[in-house]
């Protein structure tokens, strides 16, 4: 499984500037360069994004396989979630081990 990203909106809610050491900083005038800096470089950040692939594992271990991917979002945490699937030990192998 290979994820890639792409950003529908980024909005700037909230800065809070404690100190700046070449004058007075007006954190409305840098919210609003912010979320417009964003609203017209969203094609080009999500240019840049479409070249980075996350690759997620599809197996862990011998026995385990994962599917049902599920990526979301809410009150500021990503969540991902996946579906490990038991995958039994085939017959041959089954019979190795009690052969032994």
């Known amino acids: 499984m290979t994820l ?13 500037a404690d100190m700046c050491t070449f004058g007075t900083i007006h954190t409305l005038t ?37 599917s ?3 990526v979301g979002y809410h009150d500021d945490y990503l969540s991902l979630g996946l579906t490990p699937t038991f995958i039994g030990p085939n017959a041959t192998e089954t019979a190795s081990v009690f052969l032994q």
């Open 4 to 16: 890639s990203l792409q950003l529908h909106k980024v909005n700037v809610d909230k800065i809070t």
């Open 30 to 66: 840098l919210k609003l360069a912010l979320n417009n800096g964003f609203r017209f470089g969203m094609g080009a950040i999500n240019k840049i994004l479409a070249n980075e692939k996350i690759n997620v594992p599809t197996k862990i271990g011998k026995y385990f396989e994962l």
């Open 68 to 70: 049902d991917l599920a």
